[in-house]
């Protein structure tokens, strides 16, 4: 039997600005998503990015309730971990990765006998999916995951200046607040439009 270590992965990233996070319940994906600043891989999808946002701020809001306000910075899983940076205020930098896996092999003549009978299908293919590999948890230091956010960071601030600034050079955030209480205020006007649509209930035409 021969062993085979998997190297860890890097599965997401994603920086958030909480102050342009939209509370409404009838808000669409690109509303739900506008505090959304990076994501990485660029190509998931709207939905799945809401979720892995969603989630993330979610564990951070319930680690408060423990710790006297302190939010948690690393939650180690069963096969990945997540480390999680605050370095301007509303400003949240996670990075995911898929902890490095011990599999283990075997040699050419019993993969042949192993594979040799055939068997139904159910438990027997759990546990062969099992044995793809297990996950070596604290076999990565979240110190050195922790420094790349870091790195990361700084290097935008050292050519854009801070997050904020970018953001609202002027450091007037009014407008994004007007716009999220207009966007508000349209949709509870549809929903009576339509709402009065439905019950066939026709106003009172205006005089000339």
Same mark, same amino acid.
């Given at each position: 039997m021969?062993?085979?270590?998997?190297?860890?992965?890097?599965? /997401?990233?994603?920086?958030?600005?909480? %102050?342009? !996070?939209?509370?409404?319940?009838?808000?669409?994906?690109?509303e739900k998503s506008a505090h959304l600043l990076y994501f990485h891989p660029q190509d998931t999808e709207v939905e799945e990015k809401i979720r892995h946002v969603s989630l993330c701020l979610g564990l951070v809001d319930f680690s408060k309730t423990f710790d006297d306000g302190e939010t948690c910075e690393t939650v180690e899983m069963t096969d990945e971990i997540w480390v999680i940076r605050n370095p301007e205020p509303d400003i949240w930098y996670v990075m995911v990765v898929a902890?490095?896996? /011990?599999?283990?092999?075997?040699?050419? %003549?019993? !993969?042949?006998?192993?594979?040799?009978?055939?068997r139904p299908r159910g438990r027997r293919n759990v546990k062969k999916e099992e044995r793809k590999g297990e996950a070596l948890t604290g076999s990565l230091e979240p110190a050195v995951l922790h420094s790349v956010?870091?790195?990361?960071?700084?290097?935008?601030?050292?050519?854009?200046?801070?997050?904020?600034?970018?953001?609202?050079?002027?450091?007037?955030?009014?407008?994004?607040?007007?716009?999220?209480?207009?966007?508000?205020?349209?949709?509870?006007?549809?929903?009576?439009?339509?709402g009065l649509e439905n019950d066939h209930i026709t106003s009172t035409p205006e005089r000339l």
């Open positions: 021969t062993e085979k270590i998997i190297d860890a992965k890097f599965k /997401r990233c994603f920086v958030v600005d909480r %102050s342009l !996070s939209c509370e409404d319940e009838g808000a669409n994906n690109e902890l490095p896996r /011990r599999e283990n092999g075997t040699s050419s %003549s019993s !993969s042949y006998q192993n594979a040799k009978p055939k956010l870091k790195d990361m960071h700084e290097a935008f601030v050292l050519f854009h200046g801070s997050i904020r600034e970018a953001i609202h050079p002027d450091g007037n955030t009014t407008e994004t607040d007007v716009i999220s209480r207009t966007r508000k205020k349209l949709r509870k006007a549809i929903k009576i439009r339509d």
